[in-house]
C-alpha cells in the first residue's frame, strides 16, 4: 500500500496523467488497490490510446464525478490529411487514401470555421454509446453497419498551432487544440475536418490536458501515486467546484436528515461547508409550495447529503469530516 493511502476512512478526488495503452477501467482498478477500496469510478472515458488527465473519485466523493463528467474540456491532438480509419484514429484499419498535397493553411483555417461553435456531431461508430443495449464499438467488431444520431455540442476553440506536410505530400499533420463541452468526439472532429477538405482524416494523438477546473499539470503518473497516494479530500474538492455557502450548527444538523434550510440566493449547486470546514452537502436554491397565503417559498435544498445524520461524520458527532 502506498504512503497516504486512504482506504475506507476518507473520501476525495485523484487526478491521473494517464499513460496511453491503459483503458479508463483500467486506471480505475489500479486507484482501486492503491487507496484500499472498492468504491471507485472515473469523471469521463479516455480511450487507450489517449493520455492526460482522468479525475478519479473514491468513497463519497464519487458522488461528485457527475457534475465534474459535464464540464467542459481541453484537448491537444495530431489529426492526419489523407488516410481514413474504421475507428477515426490511428488504432484502426485503413478505410481510404487521397491524396492531401492541395490542402493549404487557408483551406484548413476556413473548414475549422465550419467545425466551431453550436453543430451537430456524429459521434465515431467505434465508440461506448450505446445502440439497443448494446455498446456501439462492440457492433462495429461483430460486422454490424451502425450509424448513429447525430447530437448537439459546442466546440469553443478549435485552433491549428502546428502544420507539417509529409516530404511526399500525401499527408499533412496538424497539431491542434480544442475546447469543448462534454461529449464532443475529437476523433469526430479529426474526421469531419478530413472529409470537408475533402482528403479524409484520423487521429494519430490526443490527448486531455483539461476537465472544468482541473488540469493535467496537477496530475501524478500511476508510478507515483504507486509510492504515494496523492488527492484532494472530498470537502476541498467540492469547495473548489462549487461556490461555498458556510453554515451554523443548526443548519448542518438540519441538511444531514435531508431538510431545507434557508435560500442561498445563489443560482445553481452550492458547496455547504458545516462550521468545522467538513462539507456537509451540495445544495440548491428550489422553490416549492407554501400555504394558501404564500404560494411560492424558495429554499435551500440538499441535492447529495455527504454526512447523512446517524453516521460517524454527521454534523455534531465525533470525528465529523470528509
Known sequence: MPEGAPGTQSS?????????GLTSHDV??????????RKVGHAGTLDPMATGLLVIGYNKATRLLTAITGSDKTYRATVRLGISTVTDDAEGEVLATRLANAVTPERVTAAIAGLTGDIHQVPSAVSA????????YQRVRAGEDVRLEARPVTVRRFEVIGFRRAADGTTVDLDVEVDCTSGTYIRALARDLGEALETGGHLTALRRTSVGPFSVTDAVTLEDLAVRFTATELS?????????????????SELSFGRRIPATGTEGTVAAQGPDGAVVALISDQARRG????????????EIVFAPA????APGTSGSGA
Do not use: H, W
Not at 236 to 252: D, H, M, N, T, Y
Open 12 to 20: 476525495g478526488l485523484v487526478l491521473v496523467d494517464k499513460p496511453t
Open 28 to 37: 480505475v482498478g489500479r486507484v482501486r488497490r492503491l487507496a484500499g477500496t
Open 129 to 136: 454509446i450505446k445502440v439497443d443495449g448494446q455498446r456501439a
Open 236 to 252: 476541498a474538492a467540492a469547495a473548489g467546484l462549487f461556490p461555498v455557502r458556510r453554515l451554523s450548527a443548526l443548519e448542518a
Open 291 to 302: 400555504s394558501a397565503e404564500v404560494s411560492e417559498e424558495v429554499s435551500a435544498k440538499p
Open 310 to 313: 446517524g453516521t460517524p461524520d
